[in-house]
Nanobody, 121 residues
Framework: QVQLVESGGGLVQAGGSLRLSCAAS????????MGWYRQAPGKQRELVAS???????NYAIAVQGRFTISRDNAKKTVYLQMNSLSPEDTAVYYC???????????????WGQGTQVTVSS
């Protein structure tokens, strides 16, 4: 089993910042790409940012220049630094990690439990 534990969500005023963390644990043989998704009420889940094993990053147009994704391979953790937050960023944020488990040696995608980010105006 692979577990992803998210932290760092909360309530923040417009223009403020938050940093989300997502730590992976369990029977992991190898970790691949990592990413963050978000889902607001009544909207589709969308990709916010992703990062490859080599450190290449991609961002949704809506967050470019404001959010930064990073990873710490030793800690098996992915981060999302969110600056200049606006009410439009309010959503449940989910991390995801592509892993090869020790149990099956097969690739799979694991998801965090979600953390609420609320930006007030």
């Amino acid at each position: 089993q692979v577990q992803l534990v998210e932290s760092g969500g909360g309530l923040v005023q417009a223009g403020g910042s938050l940093r989300l963390s997502c730590a992976a644990s369990g029977s992991i043989f190898r970790i691949g790409a990592m990413g963050w998704y978000r889902q607001a009420p009544g909207k589709q889940r969308e990709l916010v940012a992703s990062i490859t094993t080599s450190g290449s990053t991609n961002y949704a147009i809506a967050v470019q220049g404001r959010f930064t994704i990073s990873r710490d391979n030793a800690k098996k953790t992915v981060y999302l630094q969110m600056n200049s937050l606006s009410p439009e960023d309010t959503a449940v944020y989910y991390c995801n990690v592509d892993v090869i488990t020790r149990q099956t040696m097969q690739p799979q995608r694991s998801w965090g439990q979600g953390t609420q980010v609320t930006v007030s105006s």
